[in-house]
């Protein structure tokens, strides 16, 4: 049963658009979301968070937008850069159950120069 | 300030067999969890130690066990290895408090054959 979705396995984007990388869960309990880049051959690395207190939360290039009557949030990276190539993971968790992540399948972003 | 450090970097074993992977947290950090990731999935959460105890556990089986030591490094085993089991393993450590954000290592990647 896969609570967190990323139903977009890969985007490409011109270097210096808007990356816009999507997911949505299931789980009405969620109330803590992060999402991690992926490089080959690393772990993932810790992007942006966003508590379901809040709608959007925002650090330097990264934005993430959450709508919880739609059980959705976004990760929108303004401007795009080649080095943003990746797999990005969102993860969901009830923290109030403990602080256990669910993650998505991932989404695999080129950006083109 | 060290981040996550995991070891080996590589395994591989034979079916049946028992292995042990090895886990550093980050500088001041004390919780630890595991995830197993397979090829094109996201990562899957295995279990969660703190104070040295199990306080999480995903949907895996007992085959699965770890450990936490009082310096919260962690220890995970896995016994009679399955082919299905090979995968790359990561850990994550956290905060109990306050920032709820899991670091992760750059994981190891066991092949069972």
């Known amino acids: 049963d896969q609570q967190v979705k990323q139903n977009s396995p890969s985007l490409s984007v011109q270097e210096g658009r808007i990356s816009i990388l999507n997911c949505d869960y299931t789980?009405?309990?969620?109330?803590?979301f992060l999402w991690y880049k992926k490089y080959p051959a690393e772990g993932p690395t810790f992007l942006i968070s966003i508590s379901s207190i809040k709608d959007k939360n925002e650090d330097g290039r990264f934005t993430v937008f959450l709508n919880k009557s739609a059980k959705h949030l976004s990760l929108h990276i303004v401007p795009s850069q080649p080095g943003d190539s990746a797999v990005y993971f969102c993860a969901a968790s009830a923290l109030h159950t403990g602080n256990q992540f669910y993650f998505g399948t991932g989404t695999s972003l080129t950006v083109i120069p | 300030d060290a981040g996550v450090t995991q070891s080996p970097t590589h395994l591989i074993k034979t079916r049946g067999q028992q292995v042990t992977l090895r886990c550093s947290p980050k500088s001041g950090h004390d919780t630890v969890s595991w995830y197993q990731q397979a090829l094109g999935q996201g990562p899957q959460f295995i279990f969660q130690y703190y104070e040295e105890e199990e306080r999480q556990r995903g949907n895996f089986p007992d085959r699965f066990s770890g450990h936490q030591f009082p310096n919260y490094s962690s220890e995970l085993n896995v016994n009679a290895l399955l082919l299905g089991d090979s995968a790359l393993y990561l850990c994550?450590?956290?905060?109990?408090?306050?920032?709820?954000?899991?670091?992760f290592g750059p994981g190891t990647r066991l092949t069972v054959t």
């Open positions: 994550a450590s956290s905060l109990e408090t306050g920032a709820y954000e899991q670091y």
């Open positions: 789980n009405s309990m969620f109330d803590y």
